[in-house]
């Protein structure tokens, strides 16, 4: 119990104290007294322009993270695998992919870009399990077929990319993450709809719980086990899509945050999902802000730097616990 | 709980029930036996409405089984599979608790009720003390009870066990038996299970239903059932057959 505790409070302060330095470094520097006097008048000039321009790609990093990380939660309990993660199964490129489509046939719809993200984002998790639905989930044949699905979407999105580069859809990526040059309109869009997200999937978490259990049991208890994957889903779609529209991709994060997650706070998802939410939004909005001041004035793309620190710590979780999810 | 001319057959085609008729008398324990592949577990899953059989119905409490709410058929119908699987680290208390899933919304708190129901199952079973281990730190024994438990918080009428006393010691084989005696004796439960061991299924059941092939070869009072004949043609193992005034009837398995 103390460490279920221990770890909300420590990931809680970590990202007080990431995202505050986030906020006051680069390459303005101001004090934390200077941030918050001039948050509140206005009359500070260096923090009007990170108000501008900072605050906005931080924000939109913590609800990215939050959201891949719980998608990533709740695509693993409907699919009771643990490799099921939103980049690697391919909603995150089947969302990318739709939008590439949409800006670059009809780029004044430029607006619905999150709608056309959502409805990607499910046609590919769509595919994904209609494919490997073989009277049951067989979880390796999902992975291998989530992967073949990513492949086609990502090389799809290239192609459409690379035939077109002067287009105004630059801004969306299905390879890399993209949090540079984000307005406050995109800040908008991703609270709003993040928000709903972690809202309905914090209230499904008994759904997500009893999916714990064999489908023949819950049904035998009465439970409507394809309802409650179908909703669970979507809200994983969701999750998912808006993220890869605002943010671009991030893979791994929904992989690596969850099972950081169940090491410490166990697999109900009671705490899980609030845990993850939290660790997520820590762990891309700490790749982001290394990411522009390592090497400043370069910039590393954020899910570069997360893979590179998630991958070994990924390792480390796994070699130091013999548990796999439910098994 | 009336079963009425039940044929199945998977996607295969291959036709695993061919017009099961059969009928479980209410507050007894009836047992099926069969060799492996005969369709008993394919039975149990139609009985349990897991399974939807192409001809036939089963009518529980005058009512056909597949044309009750999910929710209602729980209330019911309880049922432990062979094979089952938690997180590892749930609680045995919280597993019971599944158990009330049928008689509560998913989101609403825990009542009195509930928390009578699975006191009593934990108690039932010999879990109490243990209530708030996780279920992998359980002896084999100990988790298939945890799993009775949970259809016992479930409050039903009707109890189906698919094999409960496989990959169990001769101690928790005749721990669980007995623990269903007393359920059926005490609480009045109609009981539905699979054995293996005929000599279990003489020493436990009312009534039994005896396949082969998808068929049922003989059913009734396993007294009258269980002759030298009949273990040959079901088993194709030949037995003497004793009734000794100390242990009852019994079967000992000579050879093929």
């Known amino acids: ?327 | 709980m009336e079963i009425k001319d039940i044929s199945f057959s998977y996607q295969d085609k291959v036709k695993r029930l061919h017009h099961i008729e059969a009928s479980i008398p209410k507050g007894k324990i009836t047992t099926i036996i069969g060799p492996n592949g005969c369709g008993k577990s394919t039975l149990l899953g139609v009985l349990t409405n897991n399974f939807q059989p192409q001809t036939g119905q089963v009518i529980l409490d005058g009512q056909l089984i597949n044309k009750y709410k999910p929710k209602e058929l729980a209330k019911k119908l309880g049922v432990v599979h062979q094979q089952n699987s938690a997180p590892n680290d749930l609680t045995v208390e919280k597993l019971v608790f599944y158990g009330r899933l049928p008689h509560k919304n998913s989101f609403a708190p825990q009542t009195e009720k509930d928390e009578e129901m699975v006191e009593w199952a934990l108690k039932c079973t010999g879990l109490y003390e243990k209530r708030d281990y996780p279920i992998d730190s359980l002896s084999g024994g100990e988790q298939q009870r945890a799993w009775i438990a949970m259809a016992l918080a479930q409050d039903t009428p009707y109890l189906v066990l698919d094999e409960p006393t496989s990959n169990l010691d001769i101690y928790y084989q005749y721990e669980i038996l007995e623990l269903v005696k007393r359920l059926c004796d005490e609480h009045g439960l109609t009981i539905v299970m699979v054995l293996h061991d005929i000599n279990q299924a003489i020493q436990y059941s009312h009534n039994i239903i005896a396949m082969k092939q998808g068929r049922i070869i003989q059913k009734g009072d396993p007294k009258q059932v269980v002759t030298k004949e009949f273990i040959h043609e079901v088993y194709g193992v030949h037995v003497v057959v004793k009734n000794d005034p100390e242990t009852g009837m019994y079967v000992v398995p000579l050879g093929i």
Not at chain 1, 27 to 51: A, C, D, Q
Not at chain 1, 174 to 202: E, H, P, R
């Open chain 1, 1 to 327: 119990m103390y460490k279920k505790l221990f770890s909300f409070i420590t990931v809680i302060l970590l990202l007080l104290i990431v995202t505050i330095y986030a906020t006051i470094t680069g390459s303005i520097k101001v004090s934390v007294g200077e941030l918050l006097v001039g948050l509140f008048t206005g009359t500070n000039e260096k923090v009007e322009i990170i108000k501008d321009l900072r605050l906005p790609r931080i924000i939109i990093a913590l609800f990215a993270g939050a959201a891949l990380s719980v998608s990533g939660v709740l695509l693993q309990a409907v699919m009771r695998n643990p490799l099921a993660e939103p980049g690697i199964i391919g909603v995150s490129s089947g969302a990318g992919f739709l939008s590439i489509l949409m800006a670059t046939f009809f780029p004044t719809l430029y607006f619905y870009t999150p709608l056309f993200s959502f409805v990607g984002g499910a046609i590919a998790f769509l595919l994904v399990y209609v494919f490997s639905w073989k009277s049951g989930l067989n979880p390796l044949r999902m992975i291998l077929i989530g992967v073949a699905i990513n492949a086609v979407f990502t090389g799809i999105s290239e192609l459409l990319k690379s035939s077109n580069a002067s287009s105004m859809m630059s801004s969306i990526s299905v390879t890399s993450s993209t949090l540079t040059m984000k307005t406050w309109g995109d800040v908008q869009t991703m609270v709003l709809y993040g928000s709903i997200g972690l809202v309905l999937a914090f209230l499904v978490f008994a759904w997500c719980n009893h999916l714990g259990l064999k489908d023949k049991t819950l049904n035998n208890l009465g439970f409507r086990v394809n309802r409650a994957r179908f909703i669970i889903s979507l809200i994983a779609v969701l999750l998912a899509s808006i993220s890869t529209a605002i943010a671009g991709m991030f893979t791994f994060v929904g992989l690596l945050i969850p099972h950081i997650g169940r090491t410490l706070v166990g697999n109900d998802h009671k705490l899980l999902i609030p845990f993850s939410a939290l660790a997520g939004a820590l762990l891309i909005v700490t790749a982001d802000t290394l990411g522009r001041t390592l090497m400043s004035p370069m910039e590393i793309p954020a899910s570069i730097i997360m893979a590179v620190i998630g991958g070994p710590f990924l390792i480390f979780l796994l070699r130091k616990s013999d548990r796999i999810y439910g098994n």
